[in-house]
């Protein structure tokens, strides 16, 4: 699709699973962190997000953890469905900026 | 999309020419934005706007202007196209410092 990158990264699995996206953030002094969702041809769709000040936030088959000490989050997708296959890529922004930064993105792939 | 239209959605151009893009909401919200995303790389803000007539730049605003008459439109403008602008374009909004909300995007090639 237009949206994505060429040699993203890839995350195969069977539908029904449960599929884990990692994202690794670099500045220490981000505060929020968002999950976006972006199928082909479309814009990034909001998923869930995390503050600095929780650890884990769930939501409705989503859960997002966020381990500061090692400036990483993952989000977790609870029993995968066909609809879920997309790029999904994380933000971080600090202090209520307004320069967010994207990382490449995760491509997710539901097998039947 | 929340609200939030991009115009147009594809758009070929040679080098040299003007291109204005536009991006129109219906959610009356604040702050306004406009990112590129190219393969290899993850969105990228070009500029942004905190109100009415109200803008600052960002990360990659080279080449680029912006301008913002009414709380609705955000415009988006290559005074004089390049072929490395050639990328796909995406509108955001949000009422709040945090939480962005995506247009369709524009898809954007210059020969």
């Known amino acids: 699709g237009e949206n994505v990158g060429l040699h993203l990264p890839t995350l195969s699995v069977q539908e029904g699973d449960n599929s884990i996206i990692n994202c690794a953030y670099s500045?220490?002094?981000?505060?929020?962190f968002i999950w976006y969702k972006q199928e082909s041809g479309k814009g990034p769709q909001f998923i869930i997000d995390i503050r600095s000040n929780m650890d884990k936030r769930q939501g409705q088959r989503v859960t997002v953890l966020l381990n500061k000490t090692v400036k990483h989050l993952s989000l977790q997708i609870a029993a995968t469905q066909p609809g879920d296959s997309a790029v999904y890529f994380c933000?971080?922004?600090?202090?209520?900026?307004?320069?967010?930064?994207f990382g490449p993105g995760t491509r997710l792939s539901v097998l039947p | 999309d929340a609200g939030i239209t991009q115009s147009p959605r594809h758009k070929v151009t040679e080098t040299g020419t003007p291109v204005t893009l536009r991006c129109h909401q219906t959610?009356?919200?604040?702050?306004m934005y406009w990112y590129r995303q190219d393969p290899g790389h993850g969105l990228r803000l070009i500029h942004y706007s905190y109100g009415v007539k109200d803008t600052d730049k960002g990360e990659v605003s080279d080449g680029y202007s912006v301008s913002r008459s009414k709380t609705e439109d955000f415009l988006l403008t290559l005074e004089s196209a390049t072929s490395s602008q050639t990328s796909v374009y995406f509108c955001a909004i949000s009422g709040t410092e945090n939480e962005q909300f995506f247009g369709p995007g524009t898809r954007l090639t210059v020969l």
């Open positions: 500045n220490s002094a981000s505060d929020y």
């Open positions: 959610e009356n919200h604040r702050y």
């Open positions: 933000a971080e922004n600090e202090n209520y900026g307004q320069n967010f930064v």
